[in-house]
């Protein structure tokens, strides 16, 4: 069964404007990571924010992390079409050696 | 190889059929996984090996599913006796231990479909 559901499942927004997902998992992590797949191809490593850090950067991505609260939030700025993808966040427990995705949200950023 | 590569991309199986999945992984990569994602939904796990150790097979719906590493390198994943339920996108992901920050590289998995 999967540890976590993204929310929403689906989102669609003009290309310039802030797309927010959020992530909720049922048990306490280690690390939670955020992935994006394209239609029909692999997941693409974005971040990793480990369960003692509450908020990560990289390039236009903003993570959050509030581990009293189960929850994630993935923040992309200034989206672009290229954006258009689906979002996974995998959290990994400490006590065994896979990681959990959850259900995902489909991001469709409109030119 | 410069990522992780699968074979074949797409595999159509009758009913009751064997079928095996190939995975590359990155050279050096010590952890190796496979992960079912079925149609709308997130992967879900099915096994993981450090080098040549299967050390988690605890997502394998069934003694149907087996995977094995043999060289630490190439794994195959067989699914026998296919069902119509197996259909799904099979992944494999590869890490280097220790280099947790990177993340997992997927490779662009098998799509499996039983008829």
């Known amino acids: 069964s999967q540890q976590g559901e993204e929310d929403p499942q689906a989102l669609s927004i003009q290309e310039g404007e802030n797309a927010t997902m959020n992530c909720s998992y049922k048990?306490?992590?280690?690390?939670l990571q955020w992935y994006r797949q394209n239609s029909g191809r692999g997941l693409v490593h974005l971040i990793l924010?480990?369960?003692?850090?509450r908020e990560k950067h990289s390039g236009r991505l903003r993570v959050t992390l509030d581990t009293s609260k189960k929850s994630s939030s993935l923040l992309i700025t200034a989206s672009r079409a290229a954006d258009t993808a689906s979002y996974f966040c995998?959290?990994?427990?400490?006590?065994?050696?896979?990681?959990?995705f959850g259900t995902g949200t489909s991001l469709t950023v409109i030119p | 190889g410069a990522g992780v590569s699968q074979s074949p991309r797409y595999k159509v199986a009758k009913r009751g059929q064997d079928v095996a999945l190939r995975c590359d992984p990155i050279?050096?990569?010590?952890?190796l996984f496979w992960y079912q994602q079925a149609l709308g939904q997130g992967p879900e796990f099915l096994t993981y090996?450090?080098?040549?150790?299967?050390?988690?097979k605890s997502g394998l719906p069934s003694d149907r599913f087996f995977a094995e590493r043999p060289e630490g390198s190439v794994s195959t994943l067989k699914i026998q006796r296919t069902q119509q339920e197996d259909s799904a996108v099979y992944l494999c992901?590869?890490?280097?231990?220790?280099?947790?920050?990177?993340?997992?590289?997927f490779g662009s998995g098998t799509r499996l479909t039983v008829v």
């Open positions: 995998a959290t990994d427990i400490y006590t065994g050696n896979q990681f959990y």
């Open positions: 048990t306490s992590i280690n690390n």
């Open positions: 090996f450090q080098n040549e150790a299967q050390l988690d």
């Open positions: 992901a590869s890490s280097l231990v220790g280099h947790l920050e990177d993340g997992y590289t």
């Open positions: 924010i480990r369960s003692n850090e």
């Open positions: 050279s050096g990569h010590v952890s």
